[in-house]
């Protein structure tokens, strides 16, 4: 592992498999190429492969018939808009709080 790099969840996975073919897909012709969304979320082939698997199984990604692109159904724009929200409260500063007792937590 580099060196001062977290490691990502499961889910931060998730959403960057997510919003790279979201991306991919307005650059490009409405669609997204599995190498190019691969190489956009930083991921290997086993890792991408599994993630990826389980978003095309739960119907959030999408591929036409006999090709081999890739597009966002709405159920999957729906979760890269819930995941980017909860990434968007993750990430916000935080401020220390005081419990019942007036410490600090």
């Known amino acids: 592992m580099r060196k001062g790099v977290k490691p990502r969840g499961r889910w931060e996975i ?23 969304i691969m190489q956009g979320a930083y991921l290997d082939w086993r890792n991408f492969q599994r993630h990826f698997e389980f978003l095309l199984d739960g119907g959030f990604i999408d591929c036409p018939e006999g090709e081999d692109c890739y597009y966002l159904t709405e159920e999957g724009i729906n979760l890269l808009k819930q995941l980017g929200e909860v990434n968007d409260i993750l990430k916000r500063p935080t401020t220390p709080s005081k419990n019942s007792f007036g410490r600090q937590v």
Not at 19 to 35: D, F, L, P, W
């Open 14 to 36: 998730i959403y960057d498999i997510l919003r790279e073919t979201a991306e991919e897909e307005k650059a490009g012709e409405g669609t997204a190429k599995k190498t190019r």
